[in-house]
């Protein structure tokens, strides 16, 4: 089978760094995404890992280690807007769907 | 369109009547997705298309769920005798290809709240 976990919620104050984990099993290993969804909202597309080791854009960077079926996602600088739901979401090769992670639940304080 | 826009933003409905729910992708984007979101959880795949055939419809959850797609643009989800478990939210999402070469990145629509009573 196929499977995603990630914590159900994480609280950080506003500035501060937090790591959102993600650990998978899954046949056929593509790569991992990571999507931010706002309450009410669409998921938007946040990154990308397909190979090891840590990718940046911006306040956001997303690492993947595939020796460990393991990744996490990194925000720094938090703003309050952060506070959204984010979800690791697995890309299995020549596929085509998402098998998306039950989503954590990014609470920002000030 | 600028992005994808589904129709309509919100359904209640009766236990046992039909409903349809539409989606338009992003123009030119040959692959288009159906998802499914129940209140705080994650997104359950139901079907894909890659231009107007459906490769994939191992995720929709039974006979009643039915989707087709025309012209490689709109699609319909269609429920037919609905049910209460029905009710969530109903996403779809495009993409330039279906292709597992590289990555193609989903882009969602603001999703159809199903609500059966």
């Known amino acids: 089978g196929q499977s995603l976990e990630q914590p159900s919620e994480v609280t950080a104050v506003e500035g501060a760094i937090v790591q959102i984990n993600c650990t998978y099993q899954?046949?056929?290993?593509?790569?991992l995404s990571w999507y931010q969804q706002h309450d009410g909202g669409a998921p938007t597309f946040l990154s990308y890992?397909?190979?090891?080791g840590l990718e940046e854009t911006g306040r956001f960077s997303s690492f993947l280690s595939r020796s460990d079926s393991y990744g996490y996602l990194l925000l720094q600088e938090l703003q309050m807007k952060d506070s959204a739901s984010y979800f690791c979401?697995?890309?299995?090769?020549?596929?085509?769907?998402?098998?998306f992670g039950s989503g954590t639940r990014l609470l920002v304080r000030p | 369109g600028a992005g994808v826009s589904q129709s309509p933003s919100n359904k209640v409905t009766e236990k046992g009547k039909d409903v349809e729910l539409r989606c338009d992708p992003i123009?030119?984007?040959?692959?288009l997705y159906w998802y499914r979101q129940s209140l705080g959880q994650g997104l359950e795949f139901l079907i894909y298309?890659?231009?107007?055939?459906?490769?994939?419809k191992s995720g929709l959850p039974s006979d009643r769920f039915s989707a087709e797609r025309t012209g490689g643009s709109v699609s319909t989800l269609t429920i037919q005798r609905t049910q209460q478990e029905d009710s969530a939210v109903y996403l779809c999402?495009?993409?330039?290809?279906?292709?597992?070469?590289?990555?193609?990145?989903?882009?969602f629509g603001p999703g159809t709240r199903l609500t059966v009573l």
């Open positions: 298309f890659q231009g107007n055939s459906a490769p994939d």
């Open positions: 999402a495009s993409s330039m290809t279906g292709s597992g070469v590289g990555y193609n990145e989903q882009f």
């Open positions: 890992n397909a190979l090891d």
């Open positions: 899954t046949s056929g290993f593509y790569g």
């Open positions: 123009s030119g984007h040959t692959a």
């Open positions: 979401a697995v890309a299995r090769a020549s596929s085509y769907k998402l098998i």
